[in-house]
């Protein structure tokens, strides 16, 4: 059997998420712990508006959990380090026809074995997810995470050679070997190989370059493309070398894509350094699109240029600087479960 990764325009079933717990992501105070938890239960609840949202639970924090979700959001308990769902949970694919879903369990090893990360529990939840959505388990020996990836749903994969090469988490593998995987569970015929991540995260408490801060394909033959546009900022120079490399790549038909900008937020830094602030780290929803917000002259602009790359589905916004506080976005918080292509007798 075959496999194909579906584009995140295409219909959903339903959206994943973890629900935070003890640990870095709750942070130290009473008050950090209730931003984590207010921030998680906000992305839920904005999925919740257009299609349902399953959100997995520890079970030392079930009863916590549900003071913040609301009835509409389905808990499954299962034991947990961390919540960023993207990451730790399963791929969604498809077969051939569509009838039948599949899911993709990667080797989940903390982001390459970062010495601040644990994830004995988490390294489980891609096949407690994959039993409790009723997919068929794809095993894969690749150490990868969701947002490490993006597709188009016809071929194309975009990657990060600092993530997929990395030796602390594929040691010794080339590119053609993570390609001919690729192949083999995403159904992907065209890798494109962006040279690294962002700044920040490349740091201590970074994914060493998830693509989905990055870059994303929002329809076929288009790629939507963080820019920073501030000299100031290390990003500045990252991003234009990006965006130069991308424009010698194609589809996998061999067609030019059609680059848009998506500029980064006017914000350069937090208390900890330049950050990585991306409007790129979206969720696309049915009907919808959940997008992140700053508190930012440019948010606006963001929602924008989401609208026109999106026609026809409503962009929420919730604020996400708690969560790339920790680490991430919207995006890597959620993995999107495909709809299921239906055949009805006549």
């Keep these: 059997m075959s496999w194909r990764m579906p584009a995140?325009?295409?219909?959903?079933?339903?959206?994943?998420?973890?629900?935070?717990?003890?640990?870095?992501?709750?942070?130290?105070?009473?008050?950090?712990?209730?931003?984590?938890?207010?921030?998680?239960?906000a992305v839920a609840h904005a999925a919740a508006e257009f299609e349902p949202v399953t959100v997995?639970?520890?079970?030392?924090?079930?009863?916590?959990?549900?003071?913040?979700?609301?009835?509409?959001?389905?808990?499954?308990?299962?034991?947990?380090?961390?919540?960023?769902?993207?990451?730790?949970?399963?791929?969604?694919?498809?077969?051939?026809?569509?009838?039948?879903?599949?899911?993709?369990?990667?080797?989940f090893n903390g982001w390459g074995q970062q010495g601040w990360a644990t994830w004995d529990k988490d390294a489980t939840i891609g096949a407690q997810v994959t039993a409790a959505a009723g997919a068929v388990p794809v095993a894969s020996k690749l150490v990868n995470e969701g947002g490490a990836i993006h597709v188009d749903g016809r071929g194309t994969v975009l990657v990060t050679e600092t993530v997929q090469l990395d030796p602390c988490r594929n040691p010794g593998a080339g590119k053609s070997d993570i390609e001919a995987e690729l192949a083999r569970t995403l159904g992907a015929s065209n890798v494109i190989w962006l040279p690294r991540g962002l700044t920040r995260d490349a740091d201590t408490f970074g994914t060493r370059g998830h693509v989905d801060i990055v870059a994303t394909i929002p329809?076929?033959?288009?790629?939507?493309?963080?820019?920073?546009?501030?000299?100031?900022?290390?990003?500045?120079?990252?991003?234009?070398?990006?965006?130069?490399?991308?424009?010698?790549?194609?589809?996998?038909?061999?067609?030019?894509?059609?680059?848009?900008?998506?500029?980064?937020?006017?914000?350069?830094?937090?208390?900890?350094?330049?950050?990585?602030?991306?409007?790129?780290?979206?969720?696309?929803?049915?009907?919808?699109?959940?997008?992140?917000?700053?508190?930012?002259?440019?948010?606006?602009?963001?929602?924008?240029?989401?609208?026109?790359?999106?026609?026809?589905?409503?962009?929420v916004t919730v604020d996400a600087r708690p969560l790339f506080a920790r680490g991430g976005g919207i995006h890597c918080i959620t993995q999107q479960q495909p709809a299921l292509h239906i055949d009805t007798p006549r």
């Design 219 to 315: 329809s076929p033959g288009v790629l939507l493309v963080h820019r920073q546009a501030d000299p100031e900022h290390p990003d500045f120079t990252i991003c234009q070398d990006i965006i130069d490399h991308l424009a010698t790549t194609a589809d996998a038909e061999g067609n030019p894509w059609r680059i848009v900008e998506l500029p980064a937020p006017a914000t350069l830094q937090d208390e900890e350094g330049f950050v990585d602030y991306s409007y790129v780290n979206h969720l696309v929803v049915n009907g919808g699109v959940i997008a992140c917000r700053f508190d930012d002259v440019a948010d606006q602009t963001a929602v924008e240029i989401l609208r026109a790359c999106y026609p026809g589905r409503r962009v």
């Design 8 to 41: 995140e325009t295409e219909p959903q079933e339903r959206i994943w998420m973890a629900f935070p717990v003890d640990g870095y992501t709750l942070g130290g105070t009473a008050a950090q712990a209730h931003e984590a938890r207010s921030t998680w239960a």
């Design 56 to 107: 997995m639970v520890d079970p030392s924090a079930a009863a916590v959990a549900r003071q913040y979700l609301s009835a509409d959001i389905d808990i499954v308990e299962a034991p947990l380090n961390d919540a960023w769902m993207r990451d730790i949970g399963p791929t969604f694919v498809v077969d051939d026809g569509g009838s039948r879903l599949g899911a993709v369990d990667w080797v």
